[in-house]
Nanobody, 119 residues
Framework: QVQVVESGGGLVQPGGSLRLSCKSS????????MSWYRQAPGKQRELVAQ???????KYADSLEGRFTISRDNGEKTVYLQANSLKPEDTAVYYC?????????????WGQGTQVTVSS
C-alpha cells in the first residue's frame, strides 16, 4: 500500500523557519523524483522544489534561496527546510513522488500540511 505522509507544518512568525518531512512507503523511494508543491488559497498549485534520484535539485525562482530540499533514501523521507519565511509562503504544502517507466508513470501525492506565516 502506497503512503505519502507530510508533517511539520504549523504557525510561524515572519522570518521564522520550519522543516517539513514527507515519509513514504509502499514503493521504491530511491527511484522516484520527489517534489514539494504548495497551494495558497485561491491560487493554483505550484512547484516549490524537487530532488531527483541522483540528488539533482531544482527550486522555484521566487524562493530566492530560502528553501532547501533533501532526501534520505534509507528513511524513505524527503525534507524541505524553509527559512526566512514570509506571509506569502502561507499555503498547504504537498509532497509528490513521481517516476516514469516503460510501463507507464507512477504519481503519488500526500494529503498536505498547512504552513501559516503570520504575526
Amino acid at each position: 500500500q502506497v503512503q505519502v505522509v507530510e508533517s511539520g507544518g504549523g504557525l510561524v512568525q515572519p522570518g521564522g523557519s520550519l522543516r517539513l518531512s514527507c515519509k513514504s512507503s509502499g514503493f521504491m523511494f530511491s527511484l522516484y523524483k520527489m517534489s514539494w508543491y504548495r497551494q495558497a488559497p485561491g491560487k493554483q498549485r505550484e512547484l516549490v522544489a524537487q530532488i531527483t534520484p541522483d540528488y539533482t535539485t531544482k527550486y522555484a525562482d521566487s524562493l530566492e534561496g530560502r528553501f532547501t530540499i533533501s532526501r534520505d533514501n534509507g528513511e524513505k523521507t524527503v525534507y524541505l527546510q524553509a527559512n526566512s519565511l514570509k506571509p506569502e509562503d502561507t499555503a498547504v504544502y504537498y509532497c509528490n513522488a513521481y517516476r516514469v517507466r516503460t510501463a507507464g508513470e507512477s504519481d503519488y501525492w500526500g494529503q498536505g500540511t498547512q504552513v501559516t506565516v503570520s504575526s
